[in-house]
């Protein structure tokens, strides 16, 4: 493995220049962002076509958790394929989605709980989204703004990330109630969320019931409120530890599910294996997606057993739990569990926080730094004092490291996520770190 990243020539190269160009003519619009050619990866590296190395400290979008091609993950994936690809585990039967079932209810915070398979975390937010009124015989969601939930018709209504996820696609789906998230760096109420963290909770939560439930929105009508325990796209937002624990207060108490969305912060990125664990909150659902199998497509909703569907029919789809995939889930929840993942992420990255914390110190221009374990992020503004977001200096700086040997994603208006895979170690945080913070020196200072 190597331990620095190497770019020689400019990225991107003569070769990936070639698949680019051809990227370009024969796919879909969609939201890429750095003209990063893959040829190869392993654990955090990746290797380009034309032999570029870079750290990946965006773990492809938060998705390989334990890192890129982990050995026992192939392993699983090679053995499972050479005995069948795909039997529709919906309608037949077959041990290994069983297997994953029991491991997943056993690890998620719902005491008993069954599970449903999907493809992306998208879809596992429609089948919550559709269990939510098919169980409380309701039609209304609660959301937040700032959310990001996917971009199918259902989930895209509970979105409220940028602008662009949205125009020209309206009418949205209807009985979708939005409420202010509790960000404690910029709020519509001015506080500081930092300085005064349960102030901001109950402002967020009495918003929720005194304008909304009491006004807008009667709870007789609600059938869910759907959460990302911390915002994810929408900018990796913690919010106050007790706006969540409030949530499950206020929905218990009006007969509504609470529905954590955990495609993003679950599977141990956070330091914790849900991120609901941090505030010690048991919603009736979760959706988890992304981490879970490593980079096989895989989406699933654990919820409370006795709010299953129970009608043959009612959902389903093809390709849930299919056995490849299950493979790797199984193969991934081993590395998380033998190598102690989890508790990495909390270390290191407890770590990496320390570091990214220095640089509103020492930068005019970050703004905030913020985020828990593998989950963390710095903000660009053009002035401090009114947080006005730099989206350029931000998209410098990502240009600037990707020519450096870092790869990092965007999140929020102008912030920068650090989610690098959950094996990252110490000294790997410590050189890409050195990467970032001397792009924000040469791109800030000009
Ligand atoms: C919190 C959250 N929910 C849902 C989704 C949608 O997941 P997918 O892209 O797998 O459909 C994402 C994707 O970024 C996400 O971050």
Redesign the pocket.
């Known amino acids: 493995m190597p331990t620095k990243p190497s770019v020689k020539s400019h990225v991107p190269g003569p070769k990936a220049k070639e698949v680019i160009a051809r990227d370009t003519a024969s796919i879909a619009t969609t939201t890429k962002t750095a003209p990063v050619v893959l040829d190869r990866a392993q654990g955090i590296w990746l290797h380009g076509v034309d032999g570029e190395t870079w750290m990946d400290f965006c773990s492809a979008?938060?998705v390989v958790s334990t890192g890129h091609t982990h050995p026992k993950v192939v392993k699983a994936v090679q053995e499972q394929a050479a005995k069948f690809l795909h039997f529709m585990g919906t309608d037949f039967y077959y041990e290994n989605q069983v297997q994953v079932a029991e491991r997943l209810a056993a690890l998620a915070p719902m005491k008993k709980g069954k599970v449903f398979f999907c493809?992306?975390?998208?879809?596992?937010?429609e089948a919550a989204l559709k269990l939510a009124r098919w169980g409380t015989r309701r039609g209304q969601v609660l959301g937040f703004h700032g959310?990001?939930?996917?971009?199918?018709l259902g989930?895209l209504s509970v979105?409220a990330s940028k602008r662009v996820q949205r125009e020209r696609y309206f009418p949205m789906v209807p009985g979708v109630v939005h409420a202010p998230y509790p960000n404690p760096y910029r709020n519509t109420w001015g506080i500081d969320g930092y300085a005064e963290p349960a102030e901001l909770a109950n402002r967020a939560l009495d918003y929720i019931e005194s304008q909304l439930l009491d006004a807008l929105l009667p709870p007789s009508e609600l059938a869910a409120v759907l959460v990302?325990p911390i915002?994810?796209?929408g900018g990796y937002i913690v919010p106050p530890k007790d706006f969540l624990p409030g949530l499950r207060k206020l929905t218990k108490e009006h007969g509504a599910l609470l529905i954590a969305?955990?495609?993003?912060?679950g599977n141990g990125r956070t330091g914790k294996y849900w991120a609901v664990e941090l505030t010690k909150t048991e919603p009736d659902v979760l959706?988890t997606?992304?981490g879970i199998a490593s980079g096989m497509?895989m989406?699933a909703m654990v919820f409370r057993k006795e709010l299953d569907w129970g009608a043959n029919g009612a959902h389903s789809n093809t390709y849930g739990g299919n056995p490849v995939v299950m493979a790797a889930a199984l193969a991934s929840m081993d590395v998380i569990r033998d190598e102690k993942l989890v508790e990495n992420a909390a270390k290191v990255g407890e770590h990496l926080g320390k570091r990214i914390r220095t640089w509103p110190g020492k930068f005019d221009q970050v703004g905030d730094a913020r985020g828990v374990g593998f989950m963390q992020a710095i903000e660009l503004v053009k002035d401090k004092r009114a947080k006005v977001p730099d989206v350029k200096a931000r998209d410098e700086v990502e240009e600037l490291a990707v020519q450096r040997g870092l790869l990092v994603l965007g999140c929020g208006r102008s912030g920068i996520r650090i989610a690098p895979p959950l094996i990252t170690t110490k000294a790997e945080v410590d050189t890409a770190m050195d990467i970032l913070e001397g792009c924000l020196r040469d791109v800030l200072k000009g």
């Open positions: 979008g938060a493809n992306s975390g998208t879809e596992g937010i959310a990001f939930h996917g971009r199918t989930a979105t990302e915002q994810g796209e969305d955990e495609v993003q912060t959706v997606a992304k497509p989406g």
